[in-house]
T-cell receptor, first 114, second 113 residues
Framework: SQTIHQWPATLVQPVGSPLSLECTVE??????LYWYRQAAGRGLQLLFY??????ISSEVPQNLSASRPQDRQFILSSKKLLLSDSGFYLC?????????????FGNGTRLTVT | DAKTTQPPSMDCAEGRAANLPCNHS???????VYWYRQIHSQGPQYIIH???NNETNEMASLIITEDRKSSTLILPHATLRDTAVYYC??????????????FGTGTLLAVQP
C-alpha cells in the first residue's frame, strides 16, 4: 500500500519569507499527486494537482506554486509568504485514470505565518 | 462532480451503530460515492467507496439507494476513536484523468461515552 511522507510536520515562518514543503510517495509508481490546504475551521481546498513529472495544474489563484521534479516527489513553494497562507497543508496520492481508486493522504504540515 | 448534502453534526452512543446519511441527487451514472473521515489535526482517512452495490470492509458498510440519489455510511459499533468529521464525496464523471476529490463540509460525528 502507499505511504505519503510530508515534512516538516509543523512550521512557523515570518511574513515575506520563502516556503518549501516536500511530499514523497512510496509504494506506487506514476501516481496523480495533489496539494490541499485547510484553513483553520474550514474545509479542504484543492490547490494543485499533477498527472506527471513537470505537469502542474492550479485550481485556485494564489501566492503558492507547485513542482514535480520526480515521479514520486511533489513540492509546494512560495517566494514570499502572506499571513493568509497559514493553514494545514496536505499531500495526496492516487492512481491515474481511475475513479475506482482512492486517494491517500499524508499527515500534513501545519504552517503558521507570523 | 456532483454536490453532496450532509447534516453538519450527529451524536452516537459508544457501542451503538452510527448511521451517517448523504444526499447526492444529481449523481451521474459513472460517479462513485466515496467516504473519508478526518480526525482532528490529521490527514483525511479513506473509509470506503461504491458505485451501485452496497459495500462492506473492515471499517464500515456503505448502503447506496437503488436510484443512487443517497447513501448511508454505517459504523457498526462506534467507539470514542470514531469521533471525526466524515466526508461524503461524489467522484468521477467525464473529462479526463485528474481523479480529483472535492471535499464539502462533512458531518461532525461525536461518539458519546
Amino acid at each position: 500500500s502507499q505511504t505519503i511522507h510530508q515534512w516538516p510536520a509543523t512550521l512557523v515562518q515570518p511574513v515575506g519569507s520563502p516556503l518549501s514543503l516536500e511530499c514523497t510517495v512510496e509504494g506506487t509508481s506514476n501516481p496523480n499527486l495533489y496539494w490541499y490546504r485547510q484553513a483553520a475551521g474550514r474545509g479542504l481546498q484543492l490547490l494543485f494537482y499533477s498527472v506527471g513529472i513537470g505537469q502542474i495544474s492550479s485550481e485556485v489563484p494564489q501566492n503558492l506554486s507547485a513542482s514535480r521534479p520526480q515521479d514520486r516527489q511533489f513540492i509546494l513553494s512560495s517566494k514570499k509568504l502572506l499571513l493568509s497562507d497559514s493553514g494545514f497543508y496536505l499531500c495526496a496520492s492516487g492512481g491515474r485514470s481511475s475513479y475506482n481508486s482512492p486517494l491517500h493522504f499524508g499527515n500534513g504540515t501545519r504552517l503558521t505565518v507570523t | 462532480d456532483a454536490k453532496t448534502t450532509q447534516p453538519p453534526s450527529m451524536d452516537c452512543a459508544e457501542g451503538r451503530a452510527a448511521n451517517l446519511p448523504c444526499n447526492h441527487s444529481t449523481i451521474s451514472g459513472n460517479e462513485y460515492v466515496y467516504w473519508y473521515r478526518q480526525i482532528h489535526s490529521q490527514g483525511p482517512q479513506y473509509i470506503i467507496h461504491g458505485l451501485k452495490n452496497n459495500e462492506t470492509n473492515e471499517m464500515a458498510s456503505l448502503i447506496i439507494t437503488e436510484d443512487r440519489k443517497s447513501s448511508t455510511l454505517i459504523l457498526p459499533h462506534a467507539t470514542l476513536r470514531d469521533t471525526a468529521v466524515y466526508y461524503c464525496i461524489v467522484r468521477g464523471g467525464y473529462g479526463g484523468a485528474t481523479n480529483k476529490l472535492i471535499f464539502g463540509t462533512g458531518t461532525l460525528l461525536a461518539v458519546q461515552p
